[in-house]
Structure formats: structure tokens, C-alpha cells
């Protein structure tokens, strides 16, 4: 069993930069493929961003180019460097491990004037 706890969210302008971390409880150096998981109002969750043990991160399209995900191992973190931030990207973002199906609770993003 794993919990993971994300945090970093919040309300920033559009164009602004945010920077989520998802901690677990232990360590994820075994654990796989982590991700970043996005769910806009009214609309299913959709993964923005996945990242293997290797380092090498993989988005989608709608992100690509603005967001970047890593991983410390020795801290049991995985980031969500979001930058450039758009009125689209509002919504509640969630860390998941996929081996197991963990998620988190999720940290509320809001991207408004």
C-alpha cells in the first residue's frame, strides 16, 4: 500500500508558472511509471504527463512544451513544473502510480485574471 499526497496547487494569472509535488509514503524508486493526471470541471481525467524510473517523461499534446515532470527518488517526490499556465489547464491535478493503480487526492489549479 502507498498513499501519495500532491501539493503546489493554487490560483496564478494566465501565463503564470506553478509547481506541484506529489509525495508517497514510501519509496518509489520501485515503483514504476509515475504520472500526472488533469481533470477540468465537468469533464474525465485525463493523464498530462507520465515519467518512468529512467527519468524520461512522456505528455500530452495540450502540455507539451510547457510542462515538465521529474522525480527525486531519494525524496519519494515526483514534480509537475507547470509553466505558462492557460485558462484551459483549471481543474483538480492528481498523481498516480500506475503499477497498482495508486492515486492521490488530488491539488486544486486555477488559472484566472
Known amino acids: 500500500q502507498v498513499q501519495l499526497v500532491e501539493s503546489g496547487g493554487g490560483l496564478v494569472q494566465p501565463g503564470g508558472s506553478l509547481r506541484l509535488s506529489c509525495v508517497a509514503s514510501?519509496?518509489?524508486?520501485?515503483?514504476?511509471?509515475m504520472g500526472w493526471y488533469h481533470q477540468a470541471p465537468g469533464k474525465e481525467r485525463v493523464w498530462v504527463a507520465l515519467?518512468?524510473?529512467?527519468?524520461?517523461?512522456n505528455y500530452a499534446d495540450s502540455v507539451k512544451g510547457r510542462f515538465t515532470i521529474s522525480r527525486d527518488n531519494a525524496e519519494n517526490t515526483v514534480y509537475l513544473q507547470m509553466n505558462s499556465l492557460k485558462p484551459e489547464d483549471t481543474g483538480v491535478y492528481y498523481c498516480?502510480?500506475?503499477?497498482?493503480?495508486?492515486w492521490g487526492q488530488g491539488t486544486q489549479v486555477t488559472v484566472s485574471s
Open positions: 498516480r502510480i500506475l503499477m497498482g493503480n495508486y
Open positions: 514510501r519509496s518509489i524508486f520501485s515503483l514504476g511509471t
Open positions: 515519467i518512468g524510473t529512467g527519468g524520461t517523461g
